[in-house]
């Protein structure tokens, strides 16, 4: 079945429409191309949400993925996230679980927690 979407690889914002060959058009570029062509057979999100911390000067802390996530288990992932909580210090780019949901993705640390 066609896809139409709108590209947010840039704030261009392209309309594109994806045949079911996956033909892409309406991209200004090639990266609309390949996101089309991603969004039609594995569509993916970069997702940042917060954990629990203990730390004399923060109760949340940002966490990140690290490659942009199925968009279908990401209901999952908010769930799996929920319990996880880590203790300061803490260092962007530490993982704080790795392999999500069997993704081969982990969940990083998004900034410096030093107490
Ligand atoms: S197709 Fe290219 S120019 Fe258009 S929104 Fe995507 S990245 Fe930007």
């Known amino acids: 079945m066609k896809l139409q979407t709108t590209c947010i690889i840039c704030p261009r914002g392209c309309r594109l429409t994806v045949e079911d060959d996956l033909t892409v058009s309406g991209n200004s570029c090639p990266r609309g191309e390949r ?3 991603q969004e039609a057979t594995d569509p993916r999100r970069s997702v940042s ?3 629990r911390i203990d730390s ?3 109760k949340m802390c940002p966490v990140h993925t690290s490659a942009p996530f199925p ?3 990401i209901p999952a992932l908010m769930e799996a996230i929920k319990p ?3 203790k300061a210090p803490v260092h962007m780019g530490e993982a704080v679980c790795q392999n999500l949901l069997g993704t ?3 969940l990083l640390i998004s900034e ?3 107490r």
């Open 49 to 51: 949400s917060t954990i």
């Open 71 to 73: 968009k279908a288990k």
């Open 56 to 58: 004399t000067l923060v």
């Open 35 to 37: 996101y089309g062509r």
């Open 104 to 106: 081969g993705i982990d």
């Open 84 to 86: 996880l909580s880590a």
């Open 112 to 114: 410096d927690i030093e």
